[in-house]
């Protein structure tokens, strides 16, 4: 044992430790490493500066304004400076706990029986499957990731398991088809697509909810400016990413290729290609639907929200967890 590689070692002592305790450190490493994405910084320096805050205000009322200057100091220096470079150091070793963490749930059969073992996963078929379009954000990658994750998540938890991962993402795929066949639509004719009245909950305004009462916001207009185009066009490469990505979730908790996947997966970069010629105006082939597709049984009515949805949560500054589970519930019916 002496003679083992640390890695061998770690890995002895890893068997020996409780299954409890192992799930709790991986929680907690996978917490960890989720600090390296600038949004999850940004929020966590909010929400530690509101608690070093109220713990200072707590000071003074408990002893006083007279100890003013060495309870701000105590609190800035001792308290809010430690934690806030902490977290900033997880930026470089973040992603370092992400690949070990990935490669550890790699090796193992049952890969989607956490919600941690559920983001792990679907970050790393990201990786695999999809390259976006230069039109994307930098934090498009991330949206697409939690996303999937919290799709797959709530179809494992919840008992449908890989069949609720199949259903979502052939809805996905209807509502790819129809929004990348009206913008085609409307290169060549000038058509548009509105989102339905109830595109979503009142209080998640965005590009897809109403304006001043005016009505619902277009989905696609040929006429709008191109910073309004660019908006809808990231959803849709965002939403050919999140396809591609719930595809390959599916095949692999599964076990087994599905008959479906190849042309789903041509579908799926057809539409970040086409995203890329009409919002960069760069010269092209016509858009032509992809066979062999399968088909989802969803209505017009349903394809319009669930596309709104997705574009206001696309639209909003990371992490928007309420936009989330708004179109992940409507997607799950």
């Known amino acids: 044992m002496l003679g083992s590689p640390a890695s061998s ?22 917490a960890l490493s989720r600090l390296s994405r600038p949004a999850a910084r940004r929020a966590f320096g909010r929400g530690w500066l509101g608690a070093c805050l109220a713990g200072a205000l707590a000071s003074l009322w408990i002893f006083g304004r007279d100890h003013l200057f060495f309870i701000t100091a105590i609190w800035l220096l001792c308290v809010f400076a430690p934690v806030r470079i902490a977290v900033e150091v997880l930026e470089t070793r973040g992603p370092r706990m992400r690949r070990e963490l990935q490669r550890a749930l790699l090796t193992r059969p049952n890969r989607y029986t956490t919600r941690e ?14 390259r976006l379009p230069r039109l994307a954000l930098p934090d498009l990658e991330a949206k697409v990731i939690d996303a999937a994750a919290r799709v797959s998540d709530r179809a494992f938890r919840g008992g449908e398991g890989s069949a609720g991962i199949l259903r979502a993402l052939t809805t996905c795929t209807a509502v790819l088809q129809r929004w990348v066949g009206v913008i085609a639509a409307g290169e060549m004719t000038g058509s548009g697509w509105t989102a339905p009245a109830a595109a979503g909950p009142p209080d998640l305004a965005g590009p897809a909810a109403a304006v001043d009462g005016a009505g619902p916001a277009a989905l696609w207009d040929p006429s ?19 396809a591609k990505t719930l595809t390959a979730v599916y095949e692999d908790s599964t076990g087994a290729p599905w008959a479906g996947g190849g042309p789903l997966r041509a579908l799926a970069e057809a539409a970040m290609d086409y995203t890329d010629q009409v919002g960069l105006r760069l010269d092209g082939p016509a858009w032509e639907d992809v066979a062999g597709v399968p088909p989802a049984a969803v209505g017009l009515d349903l394809l319009g929200r669930l596309a709104a949805a997705w574009l ?4 909003a500054p990371a992490p928007a ?9 409507l997607l799950a019916g």
């Open 117 to 130: 073992d559920v983001g792990l996963m679907a970050e790393t078929l990201f990786a695999r499957e999809v």
């Open 321 to 329: 967890p309420r936009r989330l589970r708004a179109f992940v519930e």
């Open 9 to 30: 070692l770690r890995q002895c002592v890893w068997y020996h430790i409780p299954a409890d305790v192992q799930g709790r450190a991986v929680s907690l490493r996978y």
């Open 224 to 242: 709008a400016s191109v910073q309004d185009q660019w908006l809808s066009l990231r959803a849709v490469a965002g939403l050919a990413a999140l």
């Open 312 to 315: 206001t949560f696309c639209a």
